[in-house]
């Protein structure tokens, strides 16, 4: 279980969290030999109801910065706590960002994370302009990067790679679920992932469930890969 009470945040973020029973997975991303790990993905569990749920349930209540808080926190506990030492990937609601005290915070209990962290946009619920630019300055001057989640479904499209600039995109795992037998999904993400490498983004493809998927996705060009056929979260 990860605990909030021992941060220097303001006691009524604090109070919020203390409400909070959830712990972390961890879901690798692969380089493509399918063996060494680049990163690790966390993942928020819930004790008490779904991650869907807890999410609408925070968005209902306008207290999604709350999640965002004990999202970026959390996760970083847990990795911690484990022992990793490759890069972590956390994900991020494109409408929050950390206030300025809560990023020293992070900084005075975690030290020197420059180079260690992807800040993993997710797809929903909405954008902000206005976090995007406080969430950009905070994460470019740390060197860390951006990841744009679940490429190809909802907002995250190619204007968005556009206008955001990641420095990784995670390819849906709709776009390529059994693509090793369909003509119209190779042709696609062949011209995806051409495009993303023409504007020096790597490309992680997302959702791989088996062998033939891994295969045809490194024959494309593929960079980085996750999914159950690789490891799944634990």
Known sequence: MIYYD??????????????????????????????????????????????????QKYMQEDKLHVLEVATVFGAMQAYELRGYTQK????????????????KAFEDFFGDIRNKIIIELLEYPHFSLERWIEKCESVTDRHNTFSLDDYGTGI????????????????????ISDIDKDIYKQANCKEIIDMLHLMDKSVVAEGVETKEEFDFLKELGADLFQGYYLARPA
């Open 6 to 55: 021992h941060l220097d945040l303001s006691e009524d973020i604090l109070e919020e969290l203390a409400k909070l029973h959830i712990d972390y997975v961890f879901q690798p991303i692969f380089e493509p030999d399918g063996k060494t790990i680049f990163a690790y993905e966390a993942l928020m569990r819930p004790k008490e109801m779904n991650v869907t749920d807890l999410i």
């Open 88 to 103: 972590i990937a956390v994900n991020s609601f494109p409408c929050e960002c950390l206030s300025l005290k809560e990023c």
């Open 156 to 175: 995250n499209d190619m204007d968005r790679v556009i206008f955001i600039q990641p420095g990784i995109v995670k390819l849906d795992r709709s776009l």
